[in-house]
């Protein structure tokens, strides 16, 4: 079997059932020992890879005529994928976060250790690593200020931020506990609401008078 550093040096070109074969091949290298869930070790299929390319946790396949076909950008981003879901991250926390890396920031992440001790220039990843690292029985108190529904299996509080702007968190997030934490929380909120700008920007223009 070839290693990572083999097919980068090849630039492959797979179909998705190739694709599938690779990744489950390596997979076990990059999954930690104690901490991967046992659905996360299951092998994955061509459904999991369309269903994380819908998630937009990895790139759309390049086109050859009618076929889709998966590179070696695609195996780093599945793999990354795969590993944070192993150390208990959700589908929703990673989002978007292995399209927004190149390929040398994903090779780190998966060669950084158990702990991901690499520290990218992203703040949405820094503020991942710096909730892995907290003490996991930490469960902070939120503002006054936010209401809560009535208590359900999933609560969530919400905050009215301005007209027609809410934030809405579970109740057992991990809320900052330092000025760096949640500087890093404040950028990663900012980048996901501006990301919203220009698809807004379009509605806007496409909204009859």
Do not use: C
Request: no cysteine; hydrophobic share 40%; proline share 8%.
């Amino acid at each position: 079997m070839k290693s990572l550093q083999q097919y980068a040096s090849d630039d492959p070109h797979w179909s998705l059932e190739d694709f599938v074969q690779i990744v489950n091949a390596l997979l076990p290298q990059y999954l930690p020992i104690q901490k991967a869930h046992s659905r996360v070790r299951e092998e994955v299929s061509p459904r999991l890879v369309r269903h994380h390319t819908s998630l937009g946790a990895m790139d759309e396949p390049l086109k050859v005529g009618r076929y889709a076909v998966y590179t070696y950008r695609h195996l780093l981003q599945l793999l990354v994928v795969r590993r944070l879901m192993a150390q208990g991250y959700g589908a929703s926390a990673i989002d978007t976060l292995t399209v927004s890396q190149g390929n040398e920031e994903l090779e780190a992440l998966l060669h950084g250790g158990a702990q991901l001790s690499v520290t990218p220039a992203n703040p949405a990843l820094g503020f991942l690593q710096q909730v892995q690292q907290r003490d996991k029985q930490f469960v902070a108190r939120p503002p006054a200020t936010i209401s809560s529904p009535p208590a359900s299996a999933e609560a969530w509080l919400r905050l009215t931020i301005l007209p027609r702007l809410e934030l809405h968190v579970r109740e057992d997030f991990n809320f900052p506990k330092s000025p760096q934490e949640r500087q890093n929380l404040v950028q990663l909120i900012a980048q996901k609401l501006f990301a919203l700008l220009p698809s807004a920007k379009n509605r806007h223009e496409h909204t009859p008078d």
